[in-house]
């Protein structure tokens, strides 16, 4: 088998399973985009098996601490482990995601449960040329009606690979109803953005909502309405809801109509909403997509985190609850804590966190691998304004 060897020092010698460019000494055996290779350190001693690509930035993932490969066997065993795993942790496997990636030991793969139906990515170039065993495993274990390969992720680029949604397996689901937290939730895996429902956010969904009992509340980036729905479930007196895609936002009605729940929903960039609203609630969420990819943005990032903070803080008076969150891993939690802490020193508002979020226990964390746990969240109660 061709493989590297790694320089010392290098990060997979303290856990890590990625290996960069700057860290392999040397390759042999010839190894070609998207192969399994055995990893060695500078003393020949084996590190593993990882998939290869050249053509990334992280050139190699390991996957295994010992020689193996990527056979129907190995995703059969790998995948029923995860499933496994959620089902220890009490998580409904009809809806939730199965597969992540490096925390569930195949690099790039992720699938999501939607009851009968999958949503797969395949956002490493190995898992993309294996991705008939991939479908020939999950068909074994799960007897899915439809498997949706949804690589409309910009993180294929970074493989070299386009993006593309095409079908893996059955015929193209269409909408249909998903139901989480006691709510029905009309989906579309193959053409819906980013199949309408963020499945890691779902507990958080369900946290936030226990505080909204009677309250106005204010959700912005609502997407589906998902943390707007909760509220309005749990008895928020009122709930608006913006977004600036006008297609989310009639997502989100679609969704209040067939939950029989009241929104307003508005089409509206939130930073300007923010910028001109007046102080008419009592509950505000901001779960906003990432404002970063990547570390060369990051303060660009923060100031955006920085403004959407300020202008909430503004419209909240003492007792007032902030939810607030960020799903980049390059931002982390102290770096997001203070941010939040200085808008508030700005706001002139003093802040009790009474609430800390993360993603859902599907979305696994590995303790060697930061970028697996990427989102964190923070509820604070406005307790005094100077």
Excluded at 2 to 12: E, K, Q, T, V
Excluded at 87 to 97: A, H, M, N, S
């Amino acid at each position: 088998m061709a493989g590297l060897i790694i320089a010392p020092r290098a990060r997979i010698f303290h856990g890590h399973e990625w290996v960069y460019a700057t860290e392999i000494k040397k390759s042999f055996g010839d190894p070609q985009p998207g192969d399994v290779v055995t990893l060695k350190d500078f003393r020949d001693r084996p590190l593993g098996s990882a998939i290869y690509n050249p053509q990334s930035q992280i050139v190699a993932r390991r996957f295994s601490r010992r020689r193996q490969d990527l056979d129907l066997d190995f995703f059969t065993r790998r995948i029923r482990q995860a499933i496994e795993f959620r089902q220890r942790r009490g998580i409904d496997d009809t809806l939730c995601r199965l597969v992540w990636s490096e925390s569930d030991g195949i690099p790039g793969l992720i699938v999501d449960r939607y009851g009968e139906h999958l949503s797969v990515q395949t956002l490493t170039l190995a898992m993309d040329l294996r991705k008939e065993l991939i479908r020939d495993a999950l068909l074994a274990l799960l007897s899915p009606k439809s498997i949706v390969l949804r690589n409309d992720s910009p993180f294929r680029k970074a493989e070299g690979m386009e993006p593309c949604i095409e079908m893996l397996h059955g015929e193209n689901p269409g909408s249909f109803i998903v139901r989480a937290n006691e709510l029905n939730f009309d989906i579309d895996i193959f053409d819906g953005q980013k199949t309408g429902l963020y499945l890691d956010q779902l507990q958080s969904h369900a946290e936030v909502a226990m505080l909204a009992k009677g309250k106005r509340v204010l959700d912005c980036f609502t997407n589906q309405g998902g943390f707007a729905l909760a509220c309005a479930k749990a008895g928020a007196a009122k709930v608006t809801a913006v977004d600036v895609s006008a297609s989310a936002c009639e997502a989100a009605r679609h969704n209040a109509d067939i939950n029989g729940l009241e929104l307003e929903v508005l089409e509206h960039n939130v930073f300007d909403f923010l910028k001109h609203a007046k102080p008419d609630y009592d509950l505000i969420i901001l779960d906003p997509p990432s404002f970063t990819r990547n570390k060369k943005t990051l303060m660009d990032a923060m100031r955006g985190y920085k403004e959407i903070h300020l202008r909430s803080l503004k419209l909240l008076e003492k007792g007032g609850i902030l939810s607030t969150f960020c799903c980049s891993h390059h931002a982390g939690r102290e770096l997001f804590l203070e941010n939040l802490a200085d808008a508030s020193v700005d706001a002139k508002k003093s802040l009790r966190l009474i609430a800390e979020h993360t993603q859902r226990a599907d979305h696994p964390v590995l303790v060697t691998i930061p970028e697996t746990g990427y989102l964190k969240g923070f509820t604070v109660e406005v307790i005094a304004t100077r």
